[in-house]
């Protein structure tokens, strides 16, 4: 169900309304009660969502359905971003456990307990493994370089900066075409044409500023 506009009209600009309507029925689908929806990847799916829908209910609308396929491939590159992300420091924690279970291991090979010394080398050994689980997830060779207590890898930050290019790409697009589509299906081409000039007029201007990309 559309969202009604909650701004006041302009007197005497009606293409203007229209285009501030639309844009904030758009901005309601990612951004509820005008919150933006925090995370990039649940964003993405309700960009997709709105593309498909589009295309479901109107199939003149191709290329809205094209455009749910590629959002949704951005929507991978958020995913794959995260966690390389999270593998790299989780092979990075390993090999600091690894390191400590080391350094705590020739101290217990001087103990003259014979059960502390075998509990020591079993604890190493454990950490040996769980490093090479993350070093194997890890998809980055060299990715934890860089990387320090508090502070990502070179690759970490790489990742980080394509997941939030991805994710502003991802909006601003969906703020920039969306509206265009709805105003095309709910008032035809006509109209169209005789209001997109104005449709810049809305950028910034007056009590209720828009998202734009």
Not at 85 to 99: F, G, M, N, S, V
Not at 171 to 184: E, S
Request: charged share 25%; hydrophobic share 35%.
């Amino acid at each position: 169900k559309p969202s009604v506009p909650t701004f006041s009209e302009w007197p005497g600009r009606l293409c203007e309304n229209y285009w501030r309507g639309y844009q904030q029925r758009v901005e309601n689908i990612v951004a509820p009660g005008g919150q933006l929806i925090a995370d990039p990847k649940a964003r993405n799916q309700a960009i997709n969502a709105a593309y498909a829908g589009l295309w479901r209910h109107d199939p003149r609308f191709q290329w809205a359905g094209l455009a749910a396929f590629a959002s949704k491939q951005v929507g991978c590159g958020l995913l794959h971003a995260a966690e390389s992300i999270d593998r790299i420091h989780a092979e990075y924690q390993a090999t600091e456990h690894l390191k400590h279970s080391a350094r705590q291991g020739l101290v217990g090979l001087l103990s003259r307990s014979e059960w502390e010394k075998r509990a020591k080398i079993r604890e190493f050994e454990q950490r040996q493994r769980d490093y090479e689980q993350a070093n194997r997830n890890n998809p980055v060779p060299g990715g934890t370089l860089g990387a320090g207590d508090g502070s990502l890898s070179y690759a970490q930050r790489l990742y980080g900066f394509a997941y939030e290019m991805l994710a502003m790409g991802n909006t601003t697009l969906f703020l920039d075409v969306y509206p265009l589509h709805l105003f095309y299906k709910e008032r035809g081409l006509a109209a169209l044409k005789d209001c997109l000039a104005s449709r810049k007029n809305i950028h910034g201007r007056g009590e209720y500023p828009v998202l734009w990309p």
